[in-house]
């Protein structure tokens, strides 16, 4: 990334205007302190190089009804080696494909069946450090290699949500266990068994029972654990009650945490009547395709989606690969039009940014953003990947 141009210039294809004066005159106003012989970087609560709106460009699409490579009519995750090859998670067909950056596919990963690189139900995939394709199954991380062959098979006494190797091959995860009080989530540091090492946080997220109907979460406006891979088997992650981000080093550690000064930001009546009335909408709509499923009054919805005072600070974490940090907002649920804003940290955990776009990433990685479509015409799901056309002006140091 360079420096921003030191004059004022407009970004055409998006049709706003970006401001970058002399970096010489930007200054960093926060402070640094120690918290149990933990660094605080204390960003204030404005970005050092303030406001920025990605200028985006299509100039890919993966997705095919007529091909049965690139089919896929079920649910996907994305993710992208350092050589910007394309791994889909299709989890509808038990595989994941992989393409190269072009868009060409190479191979096939997996199969259905409950053998060692058989799957079962595959949730979610990570590549690790190595650019291993790691596969989070039920009770199982498959992990293949760039050419497809299977290298390793780990299995788990908790259901792991996301995940990064470690330096010494233990893993930094966010996992999910059932208590009596609820679900709750957990990050830790475990090893290749499965034992427990070390505990950095955990949440109990609330449940709501009826006969056979279980609810858990509390939807978008409830606090809840975040977590991301960070660079080389490292993790960032935070609780969305506080804007604070916890960035653990390879070899397990805590290092550092990057805090931003931000209000909190009240639930209004008007947000949570629209919450619950929307829930209550969709339920009616899979009651009347599904006629042996229930549906909840509006008294059991608000029991089952109990809302906080305040909205969460973030709704998700990810990170890219020169160590940047995205936090998200809350977006408005129910806007006509989805505008989506983050706060960009860089790997030292500097508040740089205030990001806007117009959609919710999976991935940014080596200047691009790819993120799944579903395409109601043919009805499967393409992945699509933008060129961030401004990327080299976006200046990550301080």
């Known amino acids: 990334m360079k420096h921003l141009p030191k004059f004022i210039c407009f970004i055409s294809a998006i049709g706003v205007l970006l401001y970058a004066a002399p970096y010489e005159n930007f200054q960093w106003k926060g402070k640094i302190e120690n918290e149990d012989g933990v660094k605080i970087i204390k960003n204030p609560s404005e970005p050092l190089y303030g406001e920025i709106t990605l200028e985006l460009e299509e100039d890919l699409s993966i997705g095919n009804g007529d091909k049965d490579n690139c089919y896929f009519y079920g649910s996907i995750d994305i993710d992208v080696d350092t050589k910007g090859n394309i791994y889909v998670l299709d989890r509808a067909n038990f595989r994941v494909q992989k393409f190269d950056r072009n868009g060409n596919f190479v191979l096939t990963m997996g199969r259905q069946g409950q053998g060692p690189g058989e799957f079962r139900d595959p949730r979610w995939m990570i ?55 609820g679900r709750e989530e957990k990050i830790v540091l475990s090893n290749r068994e499965g034992n ?90 899979m009651s009347s395709r599904f006629p042996n499923r229930e549906s909840l009054s509006m008294n059991e919805i608000k029991k089952a989606y109990p809302l906080p005072k305040n909205k969460p600070f973030f709704l998700k974490l990810l990170s890219d690969d020169e160590g940047n940090v995205y936090v998200f907002d809350i977006p408005d649920l129910y806007a006509k039009e989805k505008r989506i804003e983050f706060d960009l940290f860089n790997s030292q955990g500097y508040y740089l940014y205030r990001v806007k776009m117009a959609l919710l990433p999976r991935v940014i990685k080596t200047g691009y953003i790819f993120r799944d479509v579903w395409d109601k015409e043919g009805e499967f799901f393409r992945v699509i990947r933008y060129k961030i056309k401004n990327w080299d002006r976006i200046k990550i140091n301080i």
Request: with cysteine; hydrophobic share 35%.
């Open 127 to 181: 590549l690790d450090q190595f650019d291993r394709i790691c596969i989070l199954d039920m009770g199982m991380i498959h992990i293949f290699n760039q050419d497809g062959e299977l290298e390793d098979c780990i299995g788990l006494k908790n259901i792991l949500i996301q995940l990064s190797f470690t330096e010494k091959e233990n893993i930094v995860c966010l996992l999910s266990t059932h208590t009596d009080e």
């Open 196 to 285: 427990q090492l070390k505990s950095y946080a955990n949440s109990i997220l609330p449940v709501f029972k009826r006969k056979n109907m279980i609810i858990t979460g509390g939807g978008p406006y409830n606090p809840r654990l975040h977590f991301c891979p960070w660079l080389k088997g490292s993790a960032v992650y935070g609780h969305s009650s506080e804007y604070r981000i916890f960035y653990i080093d390879s070899s397990g550690e805590l290092t550092f945490i990057a805090e931003a000064k931000q209000p909190p930001e009240p639930i209004t009546k008007k947000d949570r009547n629209e919450f619950y009335e929307n829930v209550f909408e969709s339920q009616n709509k």
